[in-house]
């Protein structure tokens, strides 16, 4: 579309119309309006649907009624960027169409200019805010949906990444699976999918990939941590959403831990991630633990038990820590000694397994702590490092 032929009849009428056209959308300029209000009208002026579309993007359409309509690539044809404008109608174009487009897409480009905010009146953050929030009405999410670009038809999985190397996570995210939308919300970041297979099998993909980029030592890793939710109906994003972050607790800081963390694979454990950190700093066993880790000797043995715990067997814990399996053994019974454990034995087996999670979750809970006094506090008292004096 482009603007209208200089050769057109000029009639008295269509002079009139012409005006009407030009003040009509000088008001929405002048106005506080948005650019749903903008191209809602332009629609139920031009008695066809009309849209638009940003170079982020971004996706606006309206029908003649004022009924907002999905999203969809415009057509060819379309007038400018910047956004791109367009009237979808059907049969013989009316000759005022390009008058119309044009004010149509300058008027998006002054409501556009008022802030930082976006064509919609809402950062993409707030938008994402309202698709994750079970408070907001359907109507509401569905409508942040379209805006940002999301087929509300198709499920979605919401990823929680978290820790120094977010960017280079959401950039290893993307290798493995489209990325619709990405956003920082708090100290999180949420990374909304929607084609993806299992998220068992991305997990498993993802945390490869996130160790490979950035290798954990015996001290542990620094990050990036990653929560993955369900795959579910995306009007269920928000349960998807929370499923991540308790995910995100469980994407361990220490030096076995897994990096990468499906919802879907902790099954019942996911009870511990509903516990506060205080809780699970002074269960017996984590505070028993702690304290044999606060000698060189006893943090290598701890370690090497976590090994064991992830690995299944002396032998291969030997193979991956480069050890004697004589070594391994005498380390583990190291920690059997002081907790009254016999490894050898299921249950006690899952109890070491259980207190080494816990105390994982209680690390990484301390590195996502949004408060650095109450993070660095609990790191100390996993990890026994003594207290930095400030001068």
């Known amino acids: 579309m482009g603007e209208p032929d200089p050769d057109l009849p000029r009639s008295a009428e269509f002079t009139a119309d012409l005006v009407r056209i030009v003040e009509y959308f000088d008001g929405f300029a002048e106005s506080d309006a948005n650019a749903d209000t903008v191209i809602r009208a332009a629609a139920v002026l031009a008695e066809c649907p009309a849209g638009a579309r ?34 979808e109608r059907t049969g013989a174009p009316h000759p005022l169409d390009g008058v119309l487009v044009g004010r149509l897409r300058h008027c998006l480009r002054v409501t556009s200019r008022r802030g930082a905010t976006g064509p919609t009146g809402l950062s993409d953050p707030a938008l994402l805010e309202v698709v994750l929030s079970e408070e907001q009405r359907r109507a509401d999410r569905v409508r942040a ?44 970041t949420a990374v909304l999918v929607q084609d993806v297979g299992t998220c068992r099998e991305l997990s498993d ?42 995910a995100l607790r469980f994407a361990s800081s220490t030096w076995h831990g897994r990096r990468v963390i499906a919802f879907e694979r902790l099954g019942s454990l996911a009870l511990l991630g509903e516990l506060p950190m205080s ?39 030997a193979d991956e820590l ?45 590195e996502l702590s949004p408060d650095p006094l ?10 026994n490092d003594p207290a930095t004096d400030v001068g």
């Not at 919401?158 to 950039?171: E, K």
């Not at 370690?303 to 291969?316: H, I, K, N, P, Q």
């Not at 380390?331 to 016999?342: D, S, Y």
């Not at 050898?344 to 690390?363: N, Y």
Request: charge should be positive.
């Open 279 to 317: 809780r699970l700093l002074s269960a017996p066993d984590v505070l028993r633990l702690n304290d044999f880790a606060a000698t060189e000797a006893g943090a290598l043995a701890v370690d090497t038990l976590e090994a064991f715990c992830v690995y299944g067997s002396l032998r291969r814990t």
């Open 322 to 366: 480069h050890l004697h399996h004589s070594t391994v053994a005498s380390r583990i019974a190291q920690v059997e000694t002081v907790m009254g454990w016999h490894i050898g034995e299921a249950l006690d087996r899952f109890m070491a397994t259980l207190a080494l999670m816990m105390r994982r979750i209680a690390l990484s809970s301390a």
């Open 205 to 246: 993909v993802l945390n490869t990939a996130v160790v490979q980029a950035f290798p954990a030592s015996r001290r542990g890793a620094d990050g990036p941590w990653v929560g993955i939710g369900e795959r579910l109906p995306a009007l269920a994003a928000a349960t998807s959403w929370e499923q991540a972050r308790r």
């Open 374 to 383: 109450t993070g660095s506090d609990a790191r100390r008292a996993v990890r």
């Open 54 to 87: 940003w170079p982020s993007g971004t996706t606006i359409r309206y029908d003649a009624a004022g009924r907002l309509l999905p999203v969809a690539a415009p057509p060819q044809g379309a007038f400018g960027t910047e956004p791109a404008v367009w009237l």
């Open 145 to 188: 949906m379209r805006l940002l670009g999301v087929d509300p038809g198709r499920p979605m999985c919401l990823l929680a990444v978290s820790g120094p190397g977010t960017a280079d996570a959401v950039r290893i995210i993307a290798e493995h699976v489209p990325v619709v939308r990405s956003t920082i919300l708090g100290t999180t």
